[in-house]
């Protein structure tokens, strides 16, 4: 058994999410979302919610886990 036990119950959605986050195509959005959060938080009164930064980051992060989570499945 040189083969590498692999450990039960490791959540592999949580773990590709972290991955593809450090993903030089979705760090970027990251760190839009990060400039435009300290923006906001440095503004007492603004209308500006980073909404759309933070669902341009999800949306790269859930389209590289989706691309990846199924090979990780038994």
């Known amino acids: ?12 959605q949580v773990v590709l999410k972290e991955k593809c986050g450090e993903l ?11 400039a435009c959060n300290e923006r ?6 603004t209308a500006e ?5 933070l669902f341009d980051f999800l949306h790269c992060v859930d389209h590289c886990v989706a691309n990846n989570l ?4 038994k």
């Open 70 to 73: 199924f090979a990780k499945l």
């Open 1 to 12: 058994m040189a083969e590498a036990v692999e450990e039960e119950g490791v959540d592999y």
């Open 40 to 45: 906001v938080l440095a503004k007492p009164n």
């Open 49 to 53: 919610k980073c909404t759309q930064e």
């Open 24 to 34: 030089p195509k979705c760090a970027h959005l990251k760190e839009e979302y990060d």
